[in-house]
């Protein structure tokens, strides 16, 4: 089993976790105004995200636009991987490849704790991609313990490039806002994962 073999109802089985629906758990975050560099990268890019229509293609030119931008935002003092291999626990099927990953490090080569962010790019459906999302932030809280790394809350979010539905894991509690963001609300986005990185969401 990997990431991927994971359902939503399967993960919560396997980790005994208490899920938690609810609208507008992340509504109280104050917005952050992307960088006219981020603005025109979006719109020069969306037509040809939108025309291909596939995962791969989202990923590389919304996605990773909106991730880098949240990097730049923090001064390099996080670090931003993407497609990397995380296998945590095989033998609880926490292995696989990650889409993206976001570092509470400065180290941009090596993943190292701890790892705080995990977004899952899925081609039109958010709640498909919930399962394998919520592994993935399961092993990065054991791949945090492991470094000794004491980080209260894991967050994630699935997204369709278009669409972003975000994700909260703090102990065996996981919150999933039923609030999905859209593109057009990037500074919202912004906002939400600058806060996920603070520990503040």
Known sequence: MAYSSFTLSKVSRAFHLETVWKRGIFSEIAPVEPSAALTTVLERNLPFALTMGTEKAKSELIVAQVLIE?????????????GIDFNVDASNGLTGVCDFLVSLSPQLVDLEAPAIIL?????????DGLGQCVAEMV???RFNAEAGNDIPCIYGATTSGLDWLFLKLAGQTLSIDMTAYQLSQCDKILGILASMVSQEA
């Open 70 to 82: 949240l990097c730049l935002r923090f001064e390099h003092r996080v670090s931003l991987f993407s």
């Open 119 to 127: 977004v899952e790019a899925k081609r039109d459906s958010l709640i």
């Open 139 to 141: 092993a990065a809280q």
